[in-house]
């Protein structure tokens, strides 16, 4: 075989394993797309805000592909990216321009809403009000994950997602 097989057998044995691994990284995304939807609508109110960020999440998540280490759980690694991304978005918005949140005349309506909704909206309001890492704990927390792989996420220690979450919960007893 001379040079110039070998050079063109070595780049087609390339492009397919190029193509192996975007099919398996497009699976595992279409299969796990809910997590970047979740952090997106917890972190940005405005549906092009949220658009723009999912699409950061994914062209982030894409460029880290190649680090991941497959003996992990991808939902984690997935998660740990996709706060990573949207935690510093927030604080690259807060630093080029004031962050407003619209009056939600709704929120105001007691009487129009059942106690189930207002609780809800309370909540929510709750949890946008919350510093960015609070707020991925929140997430991940009603998101049943356990407070290892909360801590894992977020590079914590578990007892300190314990800690942190059960200030939270003292918060929202106080604030709702």
Request: proline share 3%; charged share 25%; aromatic share 6%.
């Amino acid at each position: 075989m001379d040079s110039a097989s070998a050079i063109s057998a070595n780049a087609s044995e390339s492009c397919k394993i190029m193509e192996d691994q975007r099919q398996q990284f497009e699976a595992l995304l279409q299969s796990h797309q809910g997590i970047v939807f979740k952090v997106a609508n917890t972190y940005c109110w405005r549906p092009d805000d949220r658009a723009d960020l999912v699409q950061d999440i994914v062209a982030q998540l894409w460029r880290a592909w190649p680090r991941y280490d497959s003996s992990r759980e991808f939902s984690t690694w997935m998660y740990r990216v996709a706060l990573n991304v949207a935690i510093s978005s927030v604080r690259k918005a807060v630093r080029h321009r004031e962050v407003s949140i619209p009056l939600d005349e709704s929120m105001h309506d007691t009487a129009a809403a059942p106690d189930s909704q207002l609780m809800h909206e309370r909540l929510k309001a709750f949890i946008e009000r919350q510093a960015p890492l609070d707020r991925a704990l929140l997430l991940l927390y009603l998101e049943d994950k356990s407070q290892r792989e909360i801590g894992e996420i977020l590079g914590i220690t578990p007892t300190n997602v314990s800690t942190k979450i059960s200030r939270l919960k003292q918060k929202i007893r106080i604030e709702i």
